[in-house]
């Protein structure tokens, strides 16, 4: 009894993670399947026969290749300047006596996060079509970079606020400044939180449809969610490619998460205990 009770909520997360792990099997399966027609038959099952080639033809003929490396430095550039510009501004209202500035500062943040993105649709377009970078990536990036700053000061204050002052005592007694001791003592400290919050912020950009949708309309800057909508147009009835496509979408996440899981799983877990 004792063994059946210690095994259910093992049972219980198996079954959980496979019905996450399904639509993802079915698709990956189906992205080395020779045609429709296969799938049809075997639309769960493993291919009889593995056909790599799909991945060849979605890459050259969608131009997944175009699409997949706009999204990949678009995202990765917006998430590395919000967490530079939120660290900065996280440092200042948790390590650096400012009075009620800090309270009134971080205030101000929490507000930025009751505001729904679609409501800001029109004034984002407006700002990005006076500043004359509409159908450019920075159309993409600058909006990106605004919308992931609040999260990432929120996460990234939590943070430093657990990390012992005791440290900047002894960097002062050092001859350190302000920028010297966020530079070379709080930022080693809080790479772990850095990254969880560049997993999360890269996600966000990497996914991310609609400004993508509405602010470039030259087909060799688009992204790859907007870029996959176009294939299913065009290769309707090929699903075998439509399905190496998604895989292209998937890889680089599962990627850096399998690189930097650990880093994640510390970010999430060290913020919560008291230094």
Do not use: C
């Amino acid at each position: 009894m004792r063994t059946l009770k210690k095994s259910l909520p093992h049972v219980i997360l198996l079954g959980y993670l496979l019905v996450i792990l399904f639509p993802f099997l079915f698709v990956l399966f189906s992205s080395v399947k020779k045609d429709n027609n296969a799938i049809a038959l075997n639309p769960f099952g493993i291919p009889k026969e593995f056909v790599f080639n799909n991945y060849v033809e979605a890459w050259v003929n969608a131009k997944i290749s175009t699409y997949f490396f706009n999204s990949l430095y678009i995202s990765v550039l917006s998430s590395v300047v919000s967490i530079l510009l939120a660290s900065m501004f996280a440092f200042a209202i948790t390590r650096m006596r400012q009075g009620k500035w800090n309270t009134i500062l971080f205030s101000l943040v929490l507000v930025g996060m009751l505001i729904p993105n679609n409501a800001l649709m029109l004034p984002i377009y407006n700002i990005v079509r006076k500043l004359g970078i509409l159908n450019t990536h920075w159309a993409l990036i600058i909006p990106y970079i605004a919308n992931a700053i609040p999260f990432t000061i929120i996460i990234l204050a939590a943070f430093m606020r657990s990390l012992p002052s005791e440290i900047e005592e002894a960097a002062v007694m050092d001859g350190l400044n302000a920028p010297g001791i966020f530079a070379r003592i709080i930022v080693p400290l809080t790479v772990p939180a850095m990254v969880t919050v560049f997993i999360v912020n890269f996600l966000g950009n990497w996914n991310e449809f609609l400004l993508a949708n509405y602010f470039l309309s030259n087909d060799e800057l688009r992204t790859l969610p907007v870029g996959m909508v176009q294939f299913r147009d065009q290769y309707q009835m090929n699903y075998a490619q439509m399905s190496a496509g998604i895989v292209y979408s998937v890889l680089p996440v599962v990627v850096i998460y399998a690189i930097l899981q650990e880093k994640i799983i510390e970010g999430v877990t060290a913020g919560s205990v008291k230094g």
